[in-house]
């Protein structure tokens, strides 16, 4: 190993360690306030936006629900979701490819958490990067969409190992891609066991009911 | 600054120098075997391989065609091209979530570039981390698809600004998906005017044929 390697190293642990600070003190803050928290992550496009929006017209008379939306640039989420809750803050990491513990950290501070029942956190549009970043959430989920095909557990398999929950979004364009849905399930259950599967269309509405019963009961025994 | 902001300045430098010099030896080595390369990005599941394999079968008679399989584990894509082309190799970057050029260095030790017309580096699937590598291409290429949504410029504005084509696939998708065709091109000539822009199915073959010609011309004039 050369200086340079070995220099990376320390900082990548250096890095690593300072985030596990940080996403300790956002879970203390998240246990004391009782918010159940859901870091989301899925590639660009995968349906994160929608899922919560569909979530909160759902729900929003029953939770208050809180979003932390990162990008890399632009508030464009954040503007779509302020319509359906007062309680959002967004996140420009300008330029990098995750979010990480302190940047929710300096995020929460905008939110008022005594309120929030539920806080989702969307995160960058990314399968890769952002997996090992802990932000001190209950839950990781992983949104992957029909249209993306059914290759994706095989490619990336680390976010599906490491997710709490699995979404399979866009099953209205079954048929229309190229996508087996057994192998799709296979994959994911020869890499993870313990995950929640669920199945869902949020442009048709589909399985969203099981989406709400489970986050509900989630919330609910916090 | 703190030391350890420091010294991340001085790695990530030392990382893009040592890039630098390893795309030099490779935009030589092309150069010199008048092969014309084209690194290929987008978002997981947009359509690279499709795209690639969908280029061989146009145009397999007129021209030798190589590829290099980018992907964090898994054979998967490289499998499914070597039914087109013999002139294929897999990188697995163990977890990394963007290729370098020194990967494309050791993996064309494995390629005849003396037998290659036209050379595809299908890079991870991300639309962030990859943009600041020069892998020593001729032309970096960012495939966008309908089903990812039409935000795409507007949240990972830099692969769109950094591209020479830009790829607009699944356009059959159109009027299935959230997608503003006029929106999404507004926003690609607010960021990038020079930019070639195709717009293709590569399930149902439209727009090929704009694509296949152009690559052709850039392969012939090298």
Chains 1, 2 share one sequence.
Not at 88 to 98: A, E
């Amino acid at each position: 190993m050369n200086t340079e390697e070995g220099m990376k190293i320390n900082i990548v642990q250096n890095v690593l360690a300072y985030n596990k600070e940080h996403a300790k003190v956002n879970r203390d803050l998240f246990k004391e306030n009782r918010v159940y928290v859901v870091n989301l992550l899925s590639s660009p496009g995968a349906g994160k936006t929608s899922l919560i929006i569909e979530t909160i017209k759902k729900l929003k008379d029953r939770y208050s629900i809180g979003v932390i939306e990162g990008d890399i640039a632009s508030t464009h989420d954040a503007e779509k979701i302020r319509r359906y809750t007062s309680q959002v803050v967004q996140i420009n990491t300008g330029g990098s490819c995750h979010l990480n513990a302190s940047m929710i950290n300096k995020a929460i501070e905008k939110l008022n958490l005594a309120k929030i029942d539920l806080l989702f956190i969307e995160n960058v549009g990314n399968l890769i990067c952002p997996v090992g970043f802990d932000l001190g959430e209950d839950s990781m989920a992983v949104i992957s969409s029909v249209s993306e095909g059914d290759d994706k557990p095989v490619k990336y398999p680390k976010v599906f190992i490491k997710s709490d929950l699995i979404l399979l979004n866009k099953i209205d364009m079954l048929g229309l891609a190229d996508f087996n849905k057994d192998f799709f399930t296979g994959k994911i259950r020869e890499l993870n066991t313990r995950a929640e599967v669920f199945e869902l269309s949020c442009i048709k509405g589909t399985g969203l009911s099981d989406w709400t019963d489970w986050i509900s009961a989630a919330a609910d025994n916090k």
